[in-house]
């Protein structure tokens, strides 16, 4: 309820709009009265009155001087004049203090009730217009934010022109269109275990990955004449846009060293999988977009290497002009692997040579990529052991055959004849050397039996096996019936509910004791295989 101040030297006065007014109806209440502006200042201090109602002349201060003492010292007071002396000159000044409400000695109660429910709508509607205003400076810095993200989002998709640049709207970010920028793309790779069912979890995966980010950001990043943003640009998927005015090559390592300390927290915190794609320098923002498609094409090509990486794209423009082999030679050299039955030699070199063409900044001809898919599906029909072993018709042999021509791209045709070189080699390999194929498998879970309390992969056992990684991965699965990763979280579990139940160490000294350096993943990963929490279980 608000509360009124009433000041006038005349004691009736006072007692009169005290008693006769119903103020409880009006929503307001009288916290005390005073006879000049002297006492009024006084109890001002004291009551912290909304509404002031003041008499024009007094003894000590008169009503004018009061009401400037008080756009002074209270401006948010509210002052009402109540006078018997209708004086323009006295309006004038009251006006030039603020004053917005008169009413004449003597007045009509219904005149001062309507006078005051007029006053306190004004309330009302200021401190409405103030909590508002409030709010809005409150949610300022997220709106500010979301307006940035989606300006560094469309820069990132769209390719502008220098001239083309909204340059007013960078400018208030303090982004600066000749400002030098690099680009870096993190990958996370959604776990196996966190299905479309467990939506939730991943989320907050997600919103503890965003996390570690920006803290790791805040802690690394001192230098003012930096500029840094965070875009989640996709599930799963962050871009970090570094600017600058500082020499590309200095933006460039503080760049690189930034995103290695946020990998490095990522895999401490969190154990997840991830890659990093990395742009080259930029000398101006107009080339972001650019810096973009860069790391994309670096991610693309990490598709062929292993997690946890940084992949830069000048270091793959380098292999490129390392690696330009004659794709005939190539083939000729897949032939061989055929011919004596080499197929894990075969899926190697494969490969090799799908990875060569996508980082190849002059890559193959499609029609050249389409000619080697021919002669590779036809030298592998001619040998007797895959035709036998596969049944192929010549009918199903031609279809297969002109589903080359079916795609329109290099992409789509290399990774569908990747699936398919992958299964036919699985096929044969399982009709003709099935004591081989269990052999490998056994070898990989004697590698996880020996080695499961530390950080392997499956990459690091194909290499010491001497195989290709994803034909282990397929010969493995279709083996015992479950992936590498299933198992060896299996067989970890398996190791750490007997730990557990020797009731001998804390859940953290069971999770590093079985492999998992994060004991919330540790923990994520229990719960999903045993449906109880380690100290549930414990």
């Not at 282990?472 to 279709?478: A, E, V």
Request: include cysteine.
């Amino acid at each position: 309820m608000k509360s009124v101040l009433i000041v006038d030297d005349d004691s009736s006065v006072r007692d009169g709009l005290r008693k006769h007014v119903d103020w409880k109806k009006l929503r307001l209440q009288i916290c005390d009265t005073a006879q000049d502006g002297k006492e009024a200042l006084e109890k001002i201090s004291t009551h912290r009155p909304d509404i002031v109602i003041t008499d024009i002349y007094m003894p000590e201060m008169d009503g004018l001087e009061l009401i400037q003492e008080i756009s002074k010292q209270h401006p948010n007071v509210n002052a009402v004049i109540h006078s018997g002396y209708n004086h323009f000159e006295n309006a004038r000044k009251a006006i030039q203090y603020g004053v917005k409400h008169f009413f004449l000695k003597p007045s009509p109660v219904t005149e001062i009730e309507a006078v005051m429910q007029e006053v306190l709508q004004e309330l009302e509607a200021k401190e409405k217009q103030e909590a508002i205003l409030t709010s809005f400076e409150k949610q300022l810095p997220h709106y500010q934010l979301f307006e940035k993200d989606q300006l560094l989002r469309d820069l990132l998709l769209r390719h502008y022109k220098e001239e083309e640049l909204p340059t007013e709207r960078l400018e208030f970010f303090s982004i600066h269109p000749s400002n030098a920028v690099i680009v870096s793309v993190f990958q996370l790779n959604r776990p196996p275990y966190l299905t479309k069912r467990h939506e939730k979890d991943w989320q907050l995966l997600k919103f503890s990955v965003e996390n570690i980010v920006h803290e790791t950001i805040e802690k690394a990043l001192e230098d003012k004449e930096i500029a840094l943003h965070v875009i989640d640009i996709s599930d799963g998927q962050y871009v970090i846009a570094l600017f600058g005015d500082r020499e590309t090559n200095q933006l460039e390592e503080t760049h690189l060293k930034l995103a290695q300390r946020i990998l490095d927290n990522l895999l401490y915190y969190l154990k997840v999988s991830l890659m990093v794609g990395v742009s080259s320098p930029k000398e101006s923002l107009v080339h972001i977009g650019e810096a973009y498609q860069e790391c994309l094409f670096a991610l693309e090509i990490a598709e062929y290497g292993e997690w946890n990486e940084i992949y830069r794209f000048k270091d793959i423009q380098m292999e490129t002009k390392e690696q330009s082999t004659d794709p005939f030679d190539v083939l000729k050299v897949m032939n061989e692997a055929i011919n004596s039955k080499n197929y894990e030699k075969l899926l190697a070199i494969w490969d090799d040579f799908k990875k060569n063409h996508f980082i190849n900044s002059t890559p193959l001809p499609f029609y050249v990529i389409q000619t080697i898919c021919i002669h590779l599906l036809s030298a592998l029909f001619i040998e007797d052991e895959f035709a036998s072993s596969m049944n192929i018709e010549e009918d199903d042999r031609s279809n297969l055959l002109k589903k080359v021509y079916d795609f329109r791209n290099s992409k789509e045709l290399l990774n569908w004849m990747s699936d398919e070189l992958e299964r036919k080699v699985t096929k044969i390999t399982d009709r003709g050397d099935k004591r081989k194929t269990n052999k490998l498998t056994e070898s990989v879970k004697e590698y996880v039996e020996n080695y499961y309390d530390e950080d392997i992969t499956l990459a690091e056992i194909a290499d010491s096996l001497y195989v290709n990684k994803n034909y282990l991965s397929q010969l493995f699965k279709r083996v015992t019936g479950e992936s590498f990763v299933n198992y060896l979280n299996n067989y970890r579990i398996t190791k750490a509910k007997k730990l557990l139940k020797e009731k001998k160490y804390m859940v953290y000294e069971v999770s590093e004791m079985v492999g998992y350096q994060n004991p919330t993943y540790f923990s994520q990963v229990f719960k999903a295989i045993t449906g109880s929490s380690p100290s549930e279980y414990f």
